[in-house]
């Protein structure tokens, strides 16, 4: 698991982190961060290389490959290795939403990123334009988020309403905290992710 120390920004640095992957796909983004002088704005993010190069994952080919499970729910390998650094109940909370969203979309194409601690799901590999949904596990939560997230139905208000476009104006990131198995259970998730897998991506390859 990927050690944080950005202090209450969890889900903002799961976005930061889903970000930073664009490259290996040739789709770039620009990432702002504000805040007061010497409040650690930048610790936490992903590396920084010194004497002004670009930071690492930023260039198209300095962040390898994720690990591509074309598999099922029942190669979890890749997926295990990504939430064994998390409390046991946060484990057991990340396996609820992937069993959701395997339950949701049988044929989904899960991309496990090792070195970033996330995964990413959809129906394809390629993160901006054939996924759908992404997980990050934190110690005391799991974060969600999806790729078109401020362009979903969510009556129920699971995600912020606030969060701009990011990607060139082509995504629009929502994320949201998980830390209870009510939270997974709820039918308001599952409706939010049926309406996710069928927004501005693919359709899935038959089986």
Known sequence: MLEMSLVGRDD??????????CARDGSFAAVVVEGEAGIGKFRGLPSRQQR???????TRMA?????VNRYGPKDD?????????????IQELAHAVRSMVYDVLPQTIEVIWPKQGSVGWGTG??????QFAYLMPFKQH?????YYG????DPAGLLPTAGGRQASGRLAMRSMK???PEQVRQPALRTLLHDAVRHKVPAPASK
Not at 12 to 21: D, F, N, Y
Not at 63 to 67: N, V
Not at 150 to 153: A, F, Q
């Open 12 to 21: 903002a640095l799961a976005q930061v982190v889903a970000l930073r992957t």
């Open 52 to 58: 002004g190069k670009p930071a690492r994952g930023m």
């Open 63 to 67: 962040e390898p490959a994720g690990i």
């Open 77 to 89: 390998r890749a997926f295990r290795q990504i939430v064994a650094g998390a409390p046991p109940e």
């Open 125 to 130: 590999p390629k993160k901006f334009s054939e």
């Open 142 to 146: 799991v974060t969600l988020g999806f």
């Open 150 to 153: 401020g362009e979903l139905p």
């Open 178 to 180: 998980l830390t209870t």
